[in-house]
């Protein structure tokens, strides 16, 4: 199922905030896809009249890359600034399937594979930095808190009979590059830390720094 602007807002809004609290920042610039630079390898099976163009007696595939936002952070032990290309999503509890996190996933292999050799993405998002790496971060939202599944033995689990298995093979993720999950009981938590230190501020008891 799509999500709709309100909801699509809502996992914007938690993750600016949330991840904001972690010291992450985050770049303004947001929903700007960029053109894939690996075509033939990345295409949809099937073309769509928005995708192909006519030239001249043949048709050339048109491709781009969503990117919702950028998150960035310098690593203190790799000593080297993290981008990470984020897709926000936000559903509620039927919603969060394994086409949609499958489907999620392989988008986001493909956009990070493309944006390490883009100049597009280079000249929109990289902040002159010579010592620097971008990953994938898929940001799954339950908007009606009702998500109680363990995530990744849902999905990921390799007990036989598991149905809803996805298998990572079919994530297409270049070597070297590596794509991180924030799952429902993960935002929980770190809205859970914001919370508890935000109180712990208030009575005066959170431990300031001298």
């Known amino acids: ?84 290309n984020t897709d926000l999503k936000s559903y509620q509890k039927k919603s969060i399937s394994t086409t949609q996190i499958r489907t999620s996933l392989q988008s986001l292999a493909k956009t990070i594979e493309c944006a390490k050799v883009s100049k597009e993405w280079m000249g929109r998002y990289h902040l002159n930095t010579d010592n620097y790496e971008i990953r994938a971060l898929l940001f799954t939202y339950n908007h009606d808190n009702q998500y109680d599944k363990e995530f990744y033995k849902t999905f990921f689990h390799k007990e036989k009979g598991n149905t809803q298995k ?20 993960i935002i929980n938590y770190m809205q859970t830390i914001l919370t508890d230190t935000s109180q712990l501020h208030l009575e005066g008891s959170f431990p300031e720094k001298k």
Not at 30 to 47: A, G, L, S, T
Not at 169 to 183: V, Y
Request: with cysteine.
């Open 1 to 84: 199922m799509s999500e709709t602007a309100p909801t699509a807002e809502m996992a914007n809004k938690i993750s600016t905030d949330l991840l904001a609290w972690f010291k992450w920042n985050k770049i303004k610039l947001m929903d700007q896809d960029f053109n894939c630079m690996k075509v033939e390898k990345h295409k949809i099976k099937k073309r769509t009249k928005a995708e192909s163009t006519e030239i001249g007696p043949t048709k050339t595939l048109k491709h781009t890359h969503p990117v919702d936002v950028i998150f960035h952070y310098i690593d203190p032990y790799l000593g080297k600034r993290i981008y990470f």
């Open 166 to 185: 996805i298998n990572t093979d079919s994530i297409p993720l270049a070597k070297g590059q590596q794509l991180h999950i924030i799952e429902p009981a």
